[in-house]
């Protein structure tokens, strides 16, 4: 029994071990040549002007949150679509369910115009 977990437990250990050694790898070989240019901030090649310190708007993250769950709507759409051969009417009704629960919440968040730029 032990013999058919070793795979898993080898891929544990490297799992576990390769950022160290890659870490390490990369102090070992990194160039040491600080220089007073090479420790200023960058920002697109330009220097930054006054505060550097921005709030952005809750409405960008709100984008992306709606991103998010429609990203990952999609995958389960792609699991769902290789499995329904073997699922018949049960997934399909399903899949209906979660359809509509995430049009819901599109419609939910449109109509508090969380999806428009002001």
Do not use: N
Request: overall charge negative; glycine content about 6%; charged content about 15%.
């Amino acid at each position: 029994m032990l013999h058919d977990y070793g795979h898993v437990g080898l891929l544990l250990v490297i799992a576990l071990v390769f950022p160290f050694i890659a870490i390490g790898a990369s102090y070992v070989i990194h160039p040491r040549r600080p220089s007073a240019e090479k420790s200023l901030p960058y920002e697109c090649g330009v220097d930054t002007v006054g505060s550097t310190w921005v709030q952005f708007r809750a409405s960008y993250f709100l984008y992306a949150l709606i991103f998010v769950v429609f990203d990952i709507e999609t995958i389960f759409l792609y699991l769902w679509a290789v499995e329904y051969q073997q699922m018949g009417l049960f997934a399909f009704i399903e899949m209906f369910v979660f359809l509509a629960i995430l049009v819901a919440g599109l419609i939910y968040a449109w109509k508090k115009g969380a999806l428009e730029w002001k």
